[in-house]
């Protein structure tokens, strides 16, 4: 349970909806796969004109109904909308869900990888400093990597593994040096990286795990949440993730210091929102004075309360959601299974499924323009898998960087993959138009 002051009425609201989570998967893991069906053959799309219209698939959909309208109305009606109790509840829920001790949110999941990454150069517990060595995937998001150069820590990039698209296990082996301190493991596309293995690679060089799990809430690795193994993780709520708060994210650890020090970090520096028993730093008691002391070179990262009560209601739904997204994964997984012309991702443990990858191969290797070009024209959004190789971003220019081996895996990802969206509605019909499209595309070459 995390470090709040709530009172009993908020205990009572936070374990009525835990329940209700709890009751929901339960029920959800019996809904058999067999019932979905695997030769739907829905032709309504063939009658849409993609001109001048909406996608046909897009690569995300908005999960809002009217629950989540009516819960900001009553906010804006009350004119309770900064920082508080929603998010304290919020924050809770989520630890609860996650299995961790500690959640805090943030204005973005961006917002959360800084604040780890400040927390553990910045807090004398960690042995994390400036020129360490960090070692990092070729394949993340931008702002998972900045963070880690904005604190003046080297990037030591190493390739990802072809068929899972994660940092490969192997590879981080070979690559640590004298001044390796922490590996960040960014979970791709709702798959957990190698986390067991990285956690015993971590605490056999004596290393620190950092997780990047923006892409991954809800799936599992031996039925252990990702977002778990690590040190810290950050999480997402922006509108293309697994669940929408418009903008918004959570840091999520088991450590007490680090949770404290972040505390101080997300709001101005100051240690207003810490306990009165903390140890890293002892409060007098007189609010007029704890409220604006300033201990911590802070950050204003603070969500607020419309963040919150939208996401109280989407992780409340979030079983539903997540049921559907592997029912879509199972249909594409179907349609796609042991073709010779792409090779979709493979999967370890339990994938939340953020979205569908392929990398092209064969006659469709180095083809990947026109691909795009047929998917377009069809209506069906698509995107790169994450950056592709995020080395040949300009903005690598701004790092101090190396590279262990050659990065061959990230740059056949770069030139040959691409990934469509998943969400919550039912996908048959599009994942089987995109399917159409790829033999329709393959009879002409």
Known sequence: MACLMLDNCMYEQINSSLNKIRNLEKNLKIIPFNAFDLNFKNKSHEKLNYENCQPFYPISSSSWDVEEEEEIIKLVRAQKLTMGENVKKFETLFSNYTGTKYSLMTNSGSSANLLIIAGLVLSKKFDINKGDEIIVPAIGWSTSFSPLSQYGLKLRFVDVNLETLNIDENEVINAITSKTKAILAINILGNPAELVKLRKI??????????????????????????????????????????????????????????????????????????????????????????????????????????????????????????????????????????????????????????????????????RSLVLYELCKAGIETRPIVTGNFLKNPVIEYFDYSISKQLLNAEIIDLNGLFFGNDHRDLRSQILKVREVFDSLLKKI
């Open 202 to 367: 971590s605490k056999k060089y004596g290393l620190t795990l950092i997780e990047d799990n923006c892409e991954c809430l809800g799936s599992k690795l031996q039925n252990k949440h990702s977002g778990t193994y690590g040190i810290a993780s950050s999480h997402s709520f922006h509108f293309s993730h697994h669940i929408q708060t418009i903008e918004g994210g959570m840091v999520c650890t088991d450590d007490e210091d680090l949770y404290h020090f972040l505390l101080s970090l997300r709001s101005h520096g100051w240690t207003r929102d810490l306990p009165f028993k903390c140890s890293l730093h002892q409060k007098t008691g007189i609010g007029f004075n704890d409220a604006f002391q300033f201990i911590t070179p802070g950050y204003n990262f603070k969500p607020n309360e419309i963040n919150a009560v939208v996401g109280l209601k989407q992780l409340e739904k979030y079983p539903f959601f997540l049921n559907q997204r592997k029912k879509n994964a199972f249909y594409f997984s179907y349609l796609f299974r042991d073709l010779d012309f792409c090779l979709p991702q493979k999967i370890i443990g339990s994938s939340s499924w953020f979205g569908f990858s392929l990398i092209l191969k064969n006659k469709l290797e180095n083809k």
